[in-house]
């Protein structure tokens, strides 16, 4: 099975993994008349290069592009969630979300390890728990104003983000723990002034890092520094 084409307007849904582990799966176009697209429907089509997802689809489920190895997806701006695992270990170069997604659940991109851009609209207000942990090509990423929060490891290992910017004025409130672990080739950080918590070890291992600029309510003790980076409080 390699490639499938479904007409039918009729089809309004496809059940949870009915593709799941199809091997030699090339292709598929999403009917017209599909709004979700279901848990694990496409979870380990490991020969899955080309996807077409139309403008009727709202929702991604979980584990939907599991180990798929997509080189480059493009999402309508119909769809409005992504579940948890989404598009974990696939081979996605860059993405860029739609201003209408809301809800990027946990681990969507998790273990993309080809990803060197992603493009995060000010419609999400959430960076959740290992969304884009060990997105090793990862160089730069631009956090939306809208953000009030980043999640357990949500960039733990991305070792090759050099540059995180926080668009202005930042909503951001928190930083949850191990955000930032082993991020080894970032040089400097500046933190938004409405950070009122950073987590324990958000940034440990962060090996290269010379200095960062915290506000002065932050506990800069227990975020995971060396000792050599420069802290300047504000």
Not at 26 to 55: H, Q, W
Request: hydrophobic fraction near 40%.
């Amino acid at each position: 099975l390699k490639q499938i084409d479904i007409t039918s307007s009729q089809i309004k849904s496809i059940g949870k993994g009915c593709f799941k582990w199809c091997k030699s799966l090339k292709r598929f176009s999403i009917p017209s008349s599909i709004v979700k697209i279901n848990y694990e429907t496409f979870c380990g089509c490991e020969s899955l290069i080309e996807i077409s997802i139309r403008s009727s689809v709202t929702s991604i489920g979980n584990d939907v592009f599991l180990f798929c190895p997509l080189d480059e997806i493009e999402l309508p701006s119909s769809v409005t969630s992504i579940g948890m695992n989404a598009f974990s270990c696939c081979t996605i170069k860059e993405i860029i979300i739609p201003s209408s997604v809301k809800s990027i659940k946990r681990s969507a991109f998790s273990e993309c390890a080809l990803m060197k851009k992603i493009s995060l609209p000010t419609s999400i207000t959430s960076i959740h728990f290992n969304t884009f942990m060990r997105c090793s090509s990862l160089t730069q990423i631009s956090i939306p104003s809208s953000v009030v929060s980043i999640g357990i490891c949500a960039f733990k290992n991305c070792i090759s983000l050099k540059q995180v910017i926080f668009e202005m004025p930042s909503n951001l409130t928190k930083i949850k723990m191990f955000a930032f672990e082993y991020c080894s080739s970032l040089k400097k950080i500046e933190i938004p002034s409405s950070v009122t918590s950073i987590g324990e070890n958000a940034f440990r291992g962060c090996s290269s890092l010379e200095e960062i600029l915290t506000p002065s309510s932050v506990n800069s003790q227990i975020i995971g520094l060396n000792s050599s980076v420069k802290i300047l409080f504000y």
